[in-house]
């Protein structure tokens, strides 16, 4: 595709329920980064991932959370037990090359996730 | 603590005036600052991207300043625009590998 896809667009959940969020990064981008964004907040960083190397999963809030990717594709940041503070637009962002800091980010339009 | 504060946090303006938006930070060692828009229900859009080298930089009747000693950069909107409502982001990048911080925003709200 011609952006960085994201679905679904919306998810509705119960507190303590599972919830998967998947990203489809721009194809040849070896980047791929997630953030959380509260409402009326700025972006957090959540979790980077660089071709094959180990992620940096630094801005991971708990052990609820986590995120794989295969190879240079699809991403899965899956929160486990949710909570109701979990509640956020969750964004997917990819990036060319290295994924160096100078690498502009393409953004997705994001998972707006609620949970009762 | 690199920290990436903005201003105002919010605007309203008339449509064809123009704004400034303020952008000040601590990020060190410093990379890189970009403005992003962010559109209501959309992920953010890189706007223009400054080295330490670069003062100004301009996108159509966006223009970024960037002062590296104060550590302040702004954001000025020429004849604002209706579609210029948004939330405009603040983003610096220090060297040595990934670490990006994004500020809070500005949500600027251009009227009729």
């Known amino acids: 595709g011609a952006g960085v896809s994201q679905s679904p667009s919306n998810k509705v959940t119960e507190k303590g329920k599972d919830v998967e969020l998947r990203c489809d990064p721009i194809s040849g981008h070896t980047a791929l980064y997630w953030y959380r964004q509260r409402l009326g907040q700025g972006l957090e960083f959540l979790i980077y991932f660089q071709g094959n190397s180990a992620p940096d999963k630094s801005g991971l809030p708990s052990d609820r959370f986590s995120a794989e990717r295969t190879g240079e594709s699809v991403s899965t940041l899956t929160i486990q037990r949710t909570q109701q503070e979990d509640s956020a637009v969750y964004l997917c962002?990819?990036?060319?090359?290295?994924?160096?800091?100078?690498?502009?980010?393409?953004f997705g339009p994001g998972t707006r996730l609620t949970v009762l | 603590k690199n920290q990436v504060e903005q201003s105002p946090q919010s605007l309203i303006i008339l449509e064809g005036k123009n704004c400034t938006l303020q952008c000040n930070y601590t990020v060190s060692p410093f990379s890189n600052l970009r403005w992003y828009k962010q559109d209501t229900g959309r992920g953010p859009v890189s706007l223009t991207i400054m080295t330490f080298s670069e003062n100004t930089k301009s996108n159509g009747r966006y223009t970024a300043t960037l002062d590296a000693d104060t550590k302040q950069s702004s954001l000025h909107i020429t004849a604002s625009q209706l579609s210029d409502s948004a939330s405009y982001i603040c983003v610096v990048s220090a060297t040595g590998g990934f670490k990006t911080i994004f500020g809070a925003g500005t949500r600027l709200f251009v009227k009729a």
């Open positions: 962002a990819s990036s060319l090359a290295s994924g160096r800091a100078e690498d502009t980010q393409y």
